[in-house]
């Protein structure tokens, strides 16, 4: 099943079922966090709790999807309500390509080839990431985006700061998350998703990576309830001025992977604060390339473009480069 989440200026929020060319409204529960947590306390399948919600009412699902309604269609999961309580993250190195490229953005210019950690963090997982299942399989690379706040949605441009190098599109894979009422996580989707990352201020030491990721991200538009995270073929491109200028064939999913899904899952719910009763986590599954290694830098207004066979439509969002001044931040001192 694939589910929308909608905001009208007057109606609010909604959620629809995805069917062929139109988005079939529910009519019980106003976001996916709501539903999910309806299933859970429920112990009813999500899809078989939305099909009961149903309200009869339909929109044109190309018309939303292209911005010519007065729907808007919103990031495919969230906290609705406290932003504050999704935790958005994700995981890297965990793609051939992705650490081939991450490797060659560490190697010091003109110095001997040696083997960097990105290097050996990615050989670690293939050595060790796919363990027997219901065992601890190697850590994998783990990295904090921010709050749901940073969350944006199909058609939403993503904002390069004052105080960034640059912003690129980073194709990837979303996963889902809420917790229950016992600590317990659930699995509620997939997503396509573009990461967004500051490359630049990542090549300079990869010690500046967790700063390079608190960027704005996308997911959507579709969240795909039930869907396997075997294999995934894709694509990525860069619009400029109605032109692609940039395109790559992408894969993604456990078999183009160093880490089964599992072990990634462990790894991140392992940690008790990340299992607090109500909260949701959106977690990046990382990223197979990006144009940013073809020495490709994004302008203002470019197309960012994301697809995912079996993960619904395209995920398109705008670049927004804010070009004013970096400012100083002053912190106030209490007395």
């Not at 998350?177 to 990352?197: C, H, K, M, Q, T």
């Not at 030491?205 to 795909?224: D, F, H, M, Q």
């Not at 462990?266 to 940690?271: D, L, N, R, S």
Request: glycine share 10%.
């Amino acid at each position: 099943m694939n589910l929308v989440q909608l905001r009208h200026k007057k109606q609010g929020r909604r959620v629809a079922v995805v069917d062929d060319k139109k988005l079939r409204l529910l009519s019980d529960y106003p976001s996916i966090y709501a539903l999910a947590w309806a299933a859970i306390s429920s112990a009813i399948k999500l899809g078989v709790l939305a099909n009961k919600s149903l309200s009869g009412e339909e929109l044109d699902y190309d018309s939303v999807y292209g911005g010519e309604s007065d729907w808007q269609v919103l990031p495919a999961f969230d906290h609705p309500e406290e932003p504050a309580r999704c935790l958005v993250s994700g995981t890297g190195l965990t793609h051939k390509a992705s650490a081939t490229r991450r490797a060659a953005m560490h190697e010091k210019e003109g110095g001997p080839k040696v083997i960097t950690d990105s290097m050996r963090v990615f050989q670690w997982g293939l050595e060790g990431g796919r363990s027997v299942p219901g065992t601890i399989g190697v850590q994998p690379e783990w990295f904090y985006k921010g709050s749901g706040t940073i969350l944006r949605g199909h058609g939403d441009p993503l904002e390069v700061p004052p105080y960034a190098n640059d912003g690129g599109e980073e194709p990837e894979v979303a996963g889902a998350y809420l917790i229950d009422p016992s600590g317990n996580p659930w699995r509620v989707g997939l997503a396509i998703g573009n990461e967004f990352s500051d490359h630049k201020m990542e090549a300079k030491n990869y010690l500046y990576l967790a700063p390079a990721k608190l960027r704005t991200c996308s997911i959507g538009p579709e969240l795909v309830v039930g869907a396997s995270f075997d294999n995934f073929p894709g694509s990525v491109r860069i619009e400029r001025g109605g032109q692609i200028m940039w395109a790559a064939e992408i894969a993604s999913g456990e078999a183009n992977m160093s880490h089964s899904l599992a072990n990634l899952e462990y790894h991140h719910f392992k940690y008790l604060a990340h299992r607090r009763p109500g909260d949701v986590h959106v977690h990046f599954l990382g990223a197979d390339a990006f144009s940013f290694g073809d020495q490709v830098e994004l302008r203002d207004g470019d197309i960012m473009v994301v697809e995912w066979q079996g993960l619904g439509r395209a995920l398109r969002n705008p670049i927004r480069i804010d070009q004013s001044p970096e400012y100083y931040m002053r912190v106030h001192e209490m007395s």
